[in-house]
C-alpha cells in the first residue's frame, strides 16, 4: 500500500504524462517511440528500442549460457561489426530528418543492437584489445560524432 500511495502522490504533484516521460525517456509528444504497457489501472511507457536492447541481452545471454551456438571468430567479427548497423541508422536517418522509421523497425533494430551489445562485452571479456573490437567502437562513435555535427549544422541553418 505505500508503495501505491507514494506513487499516487507523485502523479499528482508532478503529472502522469512526465512521469511517463521520465520512463519512457521521450517527450510526451513523441510517445509514439514507445511501447504502452496497462496493469490495471496502472500504465508504464517504455522506449522502444530499449525494450528491444533488453530482449536483444537476455536472449543473447542466455544463448551463450546454455552454450546453445558458440559463433566462431568470423562469425562474432560480422556481429561485432555489423549488429549495430540497423539502429544506428535508424537512430541517425531519423536524427537528419532523412527517413522515420516506427516501431517495429525499433524494437528489431534494438533486438540486434542488444545482441550486438553481448558479443562486444564477451568479446573484450576475453579478449580486451581485440582489434575488431575498438575498431567497431571507434567507427560507431565517429559516425555519431558526425551525426549530431549535422544535426547540429542543420538547427542552426533554421534558426537562421
Not at 504533484?13 to 509528444?29: I, K
Not at 496502472?42 to 530499449?50: D, E, Q
Not at 536472449?59 to 539502429?87: D, H, K, Q, R, S
Not at 535508424?90 to 522515420?100: G, Y
Request: with cysteine.
Amino acid at each position: 500500500m505505500g508503495i501505491h500511495s507514494d506513487l499516487n502522490k507523485v502523479l499528482k504533484s508532478v503529472g502522469r504524462e512526465q512521469v511517463e516521460a521520465l520512463l519512457a525517456h521521450h517527450e510526451p509528444e513523441k510517445f509514439n517511440r514507445t511501447i504502452l504497457l496497462k496493469f490495471n489501472t496502472f500504465s508504464l511507457r517504455l522506449c522502444t528500442r530499449c525494450t528491444g536492447v533488453y530482449i536483444g541481452i537476455a536472449g543473447t545471454v542466455a544463448v551463450y549460457l546454455i552454450n546453445v551456438i558458440t559463433p566462431t571468430m568470423v562469425i562474432e567479427n560480422i556481429m561485432i561489426l555489423f549488429l549495430p548497423l540497423p539502429a544506428f541508422l535508424d537512430w541517425s536517418l531519423n536524427k537528419l530528418k532523412i527517413w522515420e522509421g516506427n516501431n517495429f523497425t525499433r524494437l528489431a533494430s534494438g533486438l540486434l543492437l542488444g545482441a550486438g551489445y553481448v558479443t562486444m562485452w564477451r568479446r573484450f571479456l576475453f579478449s580486451p584489445f581485440d582489434s575488431t573490437l575498438w575498431f567497431a567502437v571507434i567507427a560507431y562513435v565517429a559516425l555519431a560524432t558526425i551525426v549530431f555535427w549535422v544535426h547540429d549544422a542543420q538547427k542552426m541553418q533554421q534558426t537562421k
